[in-house]
């Protein structure tokens, strides 16, 4: 087994070449911390997977982006839950990203009900800005994450109970890792994500998080969320020795990368308040290493 570069596990250096950057290649806007749609998602299947993360985010920048009104938000997401009854009835719409959603759900036969857990989720944004208890954030992230992983197995025909139990735990993982990065954006958007529970657990109040306070607390109930999401990324790493190869690098990269924002939180002791973590030129250099020695 040879390490630095020339071969691992039977891979040339022009495979790692390859997959670092095809790694980096995302399709979506958004999604700048995990790679998405790259080049190693076989071409047959990548206009599904951007049409699946065009629908997903579109969808969510209902819910977040822009000042409309609550009513208006849930006027839109009803609007896509109307264009997702015509798909289902045959009649796929022109506009998009309806017409891509429609193309995919033919060509792949993918099951509808993923597409309507997103968008109860995003609704639920709309109305329920806290939690009280961790059980109702673990519930919301099986709508809006869960069913992004359970639609790319599908793509693969890998949509089997197991795959599906280990995908669950790695997008939900995923979605803790975006909320704990983003809790002082989220508290812009009116919302927290930390369980009130948790919160009262490592006495916190919540209008610390407006302050911006990062103290000894803090710093212990940002690394006791920090574990979690990181166990659950852990969980689900077998995922990847089932998969094929494009794909397990894909998703060995989307893993290296939610770990990576996860250190990051942890180096700066929870303080996401004056340096939110991105992932920079050197994250990827370490990820690339990462994926392709494991």
Same mark, same amino acid.
């Given at each position: 087994?040879?390490?630095?570069?020339?071969?691992?596990?039977?891979?040339?250096?022009?495979?790692?070449?390859?997959?670092?950057?095809?790694?980096?290649?995302?399709?979506?806007?958004?999604?700048?911390?995990?790679?998405?749609?790259?080049?190693?998602?076989?071409?047959? /299947?990548?206009?599904?997977?951007?049409?699946?993360?065009?629908?997903?985010? $579109?969808?969510?920048?209902?819910?977040?982006?822009?000042?409309?009104?609550?009513?208006?938000?849930? #006027?839109?997401?009803?609007?896509?839950?109307?264009?997702?009854?015509?798909?289902?009835?045959?009649?796929?719409?022109?506009?998009?990203?309806?017409?891509?959603?429609?193309?995919?759900?033919?060509?792949?036969?993918?099951?509808?009900?993923?597409?309507?857990?997103?968008?109860?989720?995003?609704?639920?944004?709309?109305?329920?800005?806290?939690? #009280?208890?961790?059980?109702?954030?673990?519930?919301?992230?099986?709508?809006?994450?869960?069913?992004?992983?359970?639609?790319?197995?599908? /793509?693969?025909?890998?949509?089997?109970?197991?795959?599906?139990?280990?995908?669950?735990?790695?997008?939900?993982?995923?979605?803790?890792?975006?909320?704990?990065?983003?809790?002082?954006?989220?508290?812009?958007?009116?919302?927290?994500? /930390?369980?009130?529970?948790?919160?009262?657990?490592?006495?916190?109040?919540?209008?610390?998080?407006?302050?911006?306070?990062?103290?000894?607390?803090?710093?212990?109930?940002?690394?006791?969320?920090? $574990?979690?999401?990181?166990?659950?990324?852990? $969980?689900?790493?077998?995922?990847?020795?089932?998969?094929?190869?494009?794909? #397990?690098?894909?998703?060995?990269?989307?893993?290296?990368?939610?770990?990576?924002?996860? #250190?990051?939180?942890?180096?700066?002791?929870?303080?996401?308040?004056?340096?939110?973590?991105?992932?920079?030129?050197?994250?990827?250099?370490?990820?690339?290493?990462?994926?392709?020695?494991?």
């Amino acid at each position: 087994m040879k390490r630095g570069g020339i071969e691992r596990g039977g891979r040339s250096d022009s495979s790692v070449r390859f997959a670092a950057k095809a790694a980096q290649s995302v399709s979506v806007a958004h999604y700048e911390n995990f790679p998405v749609a790259s080049r190693l998602i076989p071409a047959p /299947l990548r206009p599904a997977v951007v049409a699946i993360y065009a629908f997903a985010r $579109a969808a969510d920048d209902i819910a977040d982006e822009g000042n409309a009104p609550p009513a208006a938000r849930l #006027a839109q997401l009803d609007h896509f839950g109307a264009m997702l009854e015509r798909i289902e009835c045959g009649d796929v719409p022109a506009e998009e990203p309806f017409a891509a959603i429609g193309a995919a759900i033919g060509r792949h036969a993918l099951p509808l009900q993923h597409f309507r857990d997103l968008l109860s989720a995003f609704r639920q944004d709309v109305v329920q800005p806290r939690y #009280a208890e961790f059980a109702q954030v673990l519930d919301y992230c099986s709508r809006s994450a869960n069913p992004i992983g359970r639609l790319l197995l599908r /793509l693969y025909h890998a949509d089997d109970v197991e795959h599906c139990r280990l995908a669950d735990a790695i997008c939900t993982g995923l979605q803790l890792t975006n909320f704990w990065q983003d809790v002082a954006l989220d508290w812009r958007k009116g919302r927290v994500y /930390l369980p009130a529970e948790d919160l009262a657990r490592f006495g916190v109040a919540e209008a610390q998080i407006g302050e911006g306070r990062c103290d000894a607390r803090w710093s212990q109930l940002m690394a006791f969320e920090v $574990a979690r999401a990181r166990a659950l990324l852990d $969980a689900g790493r077998p995922l990847a020795r089932a998969l094929p190869l494009r794909l #397990a690098l894909e998703l060995k990269f989307v893993l290296a990368g939610g770990l990576r924002i996860l #250190a990051a939180i942890d180096a700066v002791q929870g303080d996401i308040f004056r340096q939110r973590p991105q992932l920079s030129r050197r994250d990827w250099a370490a990820m690339t290493a990462s994926v392709l020695t494991r």
